[in-house]
């Protein structure tokens, strides 16, 4: 008897739970309608085409076969792609990238937030310069780029050779051995001002009493970065690092417009392998396949992104 009444106090409760749900959707209905075009709109343009890439992994589309007509092969592709020796190099090549753009910018701009944070004679002009390479279009920035690393015409290799430092303009991005850290210099001279603009605000919220206080107690200016400014700037690092590495993995014009990939698969991350494998070979299901795995990848990044700013609301809460 004590067990059936127990069932029934709990049927009951979740009956009471479920109409009190039901109750507030219908007492918020007109709140709901207002944002239901939003949502069919985020359905149309994100969710059906998260669908259908993940559909699409899961069948063969030859180049010469319509879409229509493709042929289901279950988790062969993702099968395909564990084994094939470029997805190994391409992996690399997106780790190297990806780890030192992001890490590489973020600590050049912290240092130039830090020098900038001073009160210095043209500071403001200062700010703005370093802000030019964010601002500059990154297609721009990357024709820009791959004439100064041209071989022939170059101004790099006119300088060195005009130095007496080489006898011939070297081949910064027509060499296997240096493509790749030549497109990953390119792409921090384009997001360190990010980095900067971050940590300038961030160095804001730096309270003036605790730094004086420190230096009053004879704390040296490493120490009271490392243990005054450091501490107040830490969530603000975090999200900015977890921002950079999202747009480095996912970063497509620069490696694409300056090399295509190439050579031999030297400069290829995995968002440019993608493109070539979708719209140069049309295998359109490999390409998906890799999309998802890519999509999974940065879905990671989010989760990490969200408890970033989760605990910093949380810490501004407490104070």
Known sequence: MTILTGKAENTGRWHNRRSGVMRRVWDHRFDYAYVLPSIAVMLIVIAY???YTIELSFFN???GLQLRDKIFVGIDNYTA???SPVFWTVTKNTLIWTVGSTFISFLLGFACALALHRDFAGRAIMRAILIIPWVISAVA???IWKWIYHSDFGVIGAVLVGLGLADRPPNFIDNVDTVLPSLIIVNIWREFPFAMIMMMAALQTVPDQLLRAAKVD????????WHVTFPHVGNVSI????????ANFNSFIIPWIMTGGGPSNASHIWITHIYELAFGRQRWGVASAYSVLLFLILMSFGYFYVRALSSNDKKEAAE
């Open 49 to 51: 085409p998260i669908y």
């Open 61 to 63: 589309t030859p180049p």
């Open 81 to 83: 792609i564990l084994k």
């Open 141 to 143: 920035a990357s024709y």
């Open 218 to 225: 004879g704390a040296n200016a490493w120490q009271r970065f």
């Open 239 to 246: 999200v900015t690092i977890l921002l950079l590495a999202v």
